[in-house]
């Protein structure tokens, strides 16, 4: 009888790895503890240990197979850190000014919500909506694929999505889906509102039908017929600067 392969262990949600990830983490004050590899000559992943030790945060030198069970396989460059317990952010309780929220429903791809965050950094979004049963949470895939962002946006993690674009709408905001279809509005021609709410979909299935109804707008980007969608994080990126765009400063 062949004998069943192993599933790989799921990476602990406590720890960022790569270079980029490791240096925002120390950097914020969010680690508590590096690994790196035995040997590893790479001058940043040494700088990283220097800064390490300068904080008086343990250091150990491990084997590089040893990162590689605990990064599940990832790219780990040599390095790894132990995080603190990240902060969470809470709703924005009331908005005056312009200010954009980003609003993650059933995003699933550490890739595309790590691209999302760097958008939302970029762009100053105020929130970053990641509601934990419908999506991909601040995992170590995503620190990577965020290049350490993830940690300097401003991410809210409530337990209810509908209840959450609610009290987004209590605060001021108005609710934009991009959710392309019969009545979405032209996205380069939209006026933004000052205050928006953009909900993106995710990869297969797009803005749910409960979302897709409490929104008080659609719209979708203009795209050559030879090209069906774009992924989330280029779509993200593309909406929230025509947002800034509308709304600058």
């Not at 790569?18 to 680690?31: D, K, N, P, T, V």
């Not at 934009?176 to 996205?187: F, L, M, Q, W, Y």
Request: charged share 20%.
């Amino acid at each position: 009888m062949a004998r069943l392969r192993a599933k790989p262990k799921a990476t602990p949600d406590d720890l960022a790895f790569g270079i980029h990830a490791c240096e925002r983490a120390l950097g914020e004050g969010l680690a508590k503890r590096l690994l790196h590899a035995e040997g590893a000559s790479n001058r940043r992943v040494a700088a990283l240990v220097d800064e390490a030790a300068a904080q008086g945060l343990p250091v150990e030198a491990v084997e590089a197979e040893r990162l590689a069970e605990l990064t599940g396989g990832g790219v780990h460059q040599g390095v790894l850190v132990r995080l603190h317990r990240l902060p969470a952010t809470p709703l924005p309780r009331k908005v005056t000014g312009p200010s954009l929220a980003i609003v993650l429903d059933g995003v699933t791809d550490p890739q595309n919500t790590g691209a999302v965050l760097r958008v939302a950094v970029a762009t100053g979004a105020e929130a970053v909506v990641l509601p934990p049963r419908r999506g991909a949470a601040l995992t170590p895939g995503v620190h990577r694929a965020s290049a350490g962002l993830s940690f300097l946006a401003p991410v809210a993690a409530p337990q209810n999505l509908a209840r959450a674009l609610s009290q987004l709408k209590e605060a001021g905001y108005w609710v934009v889906a991009a959710s392309p279809g019969e009545g979405a509005e032209n996205a380069t021609a939209f006026d933004w509102p000052d205050c928006t709410a953009l909900v993106l979909g995710g990869e297969e299935r797009g803005v749910s039908r409960l979302l897709n109804e409490a929104s008080d707008f659609r719209v979708a980007l203009p795209m050559d017929g030879r090209v069906e969608s774009l992924n989330v994080g280029v779509a993200c990126g593309a909406l929230a600067y025509l947002w800034r765009a509308r709304w600058p400063g």
